[in-house]
């Protein structure tokens, strides 16, 4: 049974009123449409992931619009691409820079890993 099934249900039964019965339905769409972009932006991200890695090969750094173009402008808006580089952004797998005060000229690479300082040392202490 559906989540609109059963406020039809509830609303046939005189559990609860017409007012309350508008406000579930209204309710219920809402999550249906959060919950389709949900389902989409993971979908978006698992391609922005597979375009990021294909473009990185050959390239040390990209922008979204490179992305956009290999994932198709059909197939996700902007902001999707932007959502799923700030996701893998999150995850530590992207870092985001950029080379001017442009707020449109932000650059995506693979994050350059942190030097512990003993690892530093002793490289030094075997070049001496």
Do not use: C
């Amino acid at each position: 049974m559906t989540n609109q099934q059963a406020i039809h249900t509830l609303f046939n039964s005189g559990v609860i009123n017409y007012k309350t019965f508008i406000q579930l339905s209204k309710r219920v769409v809402k999550l249906q449409a959060k919950q389709e972009k949900e389902v989409r932006q993971t979908r978006v991200n698992g391609a922005v992931s597979f375009a990021v890695g294909t473009l990185l090969k050959d390239h040390s750094v990209i922008q979204h619009r490179a992305v956009w173009n290999l994932v198709g402008r059909e197939e996700a808006t902007r902001d999707e691409i932007l959502d799923g580089l700030r996701s893998l952004r999150d995850i530590d797998a992207l870092t985001s820079f950029k080379k001017s005060g442009n707020n449109f000229q932000v650059f995506w690479s693979l994050p350059v890993p942190d030097v512990d300082e003993a690892v530093t040392e002793a490289v030094a202490n075997e070049m001496i």
